[in-house]
């Protein structure tokens, strides 16, 4: 008996210690509000790291590694389990236009108008839906589906003749008005286009109803403002998109006032996208200044809400021949584009707000525009940059260069002398992949096979060290950024034309333009030690894909969908629910 009473002591005191030491392994696992395992997390570094979970703690990471490796330090208030879906940082647009995003929702849709008729069809049916009198707005036409020629008025006359109409191009250069609106416009035959824009005319100097470039504002004036509860409206439809599509931040080209509706959203808990609001470059520097000073009394999180870029517009669009060209359209022999501004008055004023400290991101298509904001940064590079924290949100997360960071919105046909200045000036090339699959259809035609060559040629662009951020453009394009990384990795449209890619040599890897979606996005606005990358200290914000975009074909990438949408370590949107 007294063998088995020692056996049985012994297996109780290594019971009692194990047990002891579990409880204490247990308790020793540091507590984090959020585990997410079992997954395939795309880090985002430069060396591809692939992890399969993360801890997050309030809005950070605290750690990222194997399942093994995170489960054995860590236990989560919450625990979400990827099921081996892949997850990357989320998507930060580099390039949009919010709120008018969200009005798109709300007006006359006339994206994918594959006739005019059936456009007209669209304005009459929202006509019966309005008293006399009203407005009716909205955007999406593309002539080019029709054949090429420009509608006019009188088109509008016919579906809407109690009804003033103003409906933008889809590309927001040129607006198709009716009479109605001329009218309330004040525009006649003697009305002389204003600088930077074009009054179409028919053969007797009558306006056609076609307004380009800065000739829409002659309308756009006259047309009653939305009232802050129609813009609060449409802010929010556009957090629904937003958080449908994996965005967890915006670099947005709504104007300094919206700032104010973003923070009532983020007062009120609602603002579910990181926010970098651009100011408007024309403004003179003293506005400028003023609504700096008043944001900064406003003393809002950096990381959800800030300024950075002054926004402004070099020349128009390729799809209605008003990008500023250094030589004539090879289908237009006689037209070269319109310049919103003078070489002179440009570089005058990129050095002026240079020298103020502003970063400066200009709307540049064709290649003379490119050009013209080239020279311009490269004149106020001598200027000191006074690094007043006046663009970076705050002095904690100081970048380690101290550029100005300037930007060229589009930069879509560049000169091949040009690229290498991108890098020598360190300007960021922030383009938008899907508008080169919306515009091959007619691009090489208004470029000829020489210039198109360097049109929408981002890996050009980063094949010379540039930073090529991506974003959508949204609403001249979809805002879904799955659209946007099918274009820049295989340059084919939807349907699969051309075989192989248009241009081919100007494709990406996938994990190439999944890195300018979030990490080079980032760096465009002073982000890089915030976001951006899948690492420890960085602000827990992704996306959880339906599909492997790093392993499936390259023609399923546009069917890809957000599974869910992480900000700040809360789930912001899950499919289905």
Known sequence: MRPRITVFIILLVFASLLFNAMGTGAQSRRRVSLLIIHGKVFTGDARGTIAEAVAVNDDRIVA???DAEIT???????VIDLGGKLMTAGFNDAHLHFMNGGFSLMRVNLNGSRTLDEALQRIAAKARELAPGAWILGRGWDHTLWGGRWPTRADLDRVAPNNPVFVQRVDGHVSWVNSLALQKAGITQETQSPAGGEIMRDERGEPTGILKETAAALVSRVVPEPTQEEKMQAIERA???ARRYGLTSIQDNSGYETTKLYRELLRQGRLTVRVAEWQNFEDSIEEIKRQREE???????????????LKGY??????????????????????????????EDLTRMIVERAKAGFQIALHCIGDRANRMALDGFQAAESQPNPFQNIYIGSLRNMPLDLYHR???????????SDF?????LHVVASMQPSHAISDKRWAQARLGEYRVQGAYAWH???SFGVHVPFGTDWPVEPINPYLGLYAAVTRESTDGQPAGGWWPQERISIEDAIRNYTAEAAYASFDENLKGQIKAGMLADFTVHSQDLLTIRPEEIFKTEAMMTILGGKVVYQRGQ
């Not at 008003?322 to 289908?331: I, N």
């Not at 300037?406 to 091949?416: G, K, N, S, T």
Request: aromatic share 6%.
């Open 64 to 66: 990222v590694g194997t």
């Open 72 to 78: 054995s330090r860590y236990r989560g208030d919450r």
């Open 239 to 241: 957090l629904g998109e």
């Open 295 to 309: 944001f900064r009394s406003f003393n809002d999180d950096s990381s959800r809400l800030k300024l950075t870029a």
């Open 314 to 343: 070099v020349d128009g669009t390729l799809g209605s021949r008003t990008a500023a060209m250094l030589a004539p359209y090879s289908d237009d022999p006689n037209n070269s584009g319109i310049p919103r501004h003078t070489p």
């Open 406 to 416: 300037h930007r060229i919105e589009h930069a879509q046909v560049v000169a091949p």
């Open 420 to 424: 290498p200045r991108f890098r020598d």
């Open 460 to 462: 050009t662009m980063m």
